[in-house]
């Protein structure tokens, strides 16, 4: 599995925080939790990290991903009561748009969820 040692280490933060935090904040309090607590592992962060989106050559949006793990691990949190296709579509667009191959989706919701996903950039024709 791609990067299997850094998104273990999210996965083991995701859960940290969830145990203390619980459910029913917004998602920036989780997203600045896990910042917290990436930071405190040694572990790269950029939060909020604005990514263009390309088509045919001409910039025609840009997003901003919650969180960038050591520039190879694309972090989407969410605070719903239960993740949707429309979430994981929303990852899946993000790691498109990018050279990250590997993203996660953490949900912060009635129960601690996260799913991953794998895009190859040989698949993403880069």
Known sequence: MEYEEITREIIRIFFKVYNILGDGFLERVYVGAMKVEL???????????????????VIVGEYFCDLLV???????????????DKDERQLRN??????????????FGDEAKFKRQYCSNESKGV
């Open 39 to 57: 930071d405190r592992a040694e572990l790269r962060c950029v939060r909020e990290l604005p990514i263009k989106v390309n088509y045919e050559g």
């Open 70 to 84: 050591e520039e190879k691990v694309l972090v989407e949190v969410k605070a719903v009561s239960c993740l949707s």
């Open 94 to 107: 993000y790691l498109k748009a990018t050279r990250v191959e590997v993203g996660l989706l953490m949900n």
